[in-house]
């Protein structure tokens, strides 16, 4: 059973930083293709970031290059977005979310895309 636990968030000032966390279970990393997405009330779910296990490819949206980052800890299972210099309109709910595929699937998948999703973990940025 593929399971993803998320943790970390929460809230902070303009400026600040914070990890999430998203602890997996249940797969073989090899074929992962790993990502974060965003989602505010009202809004289409948006992918963040994405990272292709086997080669630690990364992608990235425009509204958060240079911020954010993703990664991945093979031995813990676990895979991380670390956001620095978060901004008000970082504000939403995250969800971490995994499929299996080859790494051209990973270069741009579409949400529809990932089968396993994280519970989701609020973060909250203000002015």
């Known amino acids: 059973q593929v399971l993803l636990v998320q943790s970390g968030g929460g809230s902070v000032q303009a400026g600040g930083s914070l990890r999430l966390s998203c602890a997996t279970s249940?797969?073989?990393?090899?074929?992962?293709?790993l990502a974060w997405f965003r989602q505010v009330p009202g809004k289409e779910r948006e992918r963040v970031a994405n990272?292709?296990?086997?080669?630690?490819?990364?992608y990235y949206a425009d509204s958060v290059k240079g911020r954010f980052t993703i990664s991945h800890d093979n031995a813990k299972n676990t895979v991380y977005l670390q956001m620095n210099s978060l901004k008000p309109e970082d504000t939403a709910m995250y969800y971490c979310a995994a499929r299996f595929t080859n790494r051209y699937g990973c270069v741009n998948p579409d949400k529809s895309d990932f089968r396993y999703w994280g519970q989701g973990t609020q973060v909250t940025v203000s002015s």
């Open positions: 249940g797969f073989i990393y090899g074929s992962a293709c």
């Open positions: 990272i292709y296990a086997a080669n630690d490819n990364r």
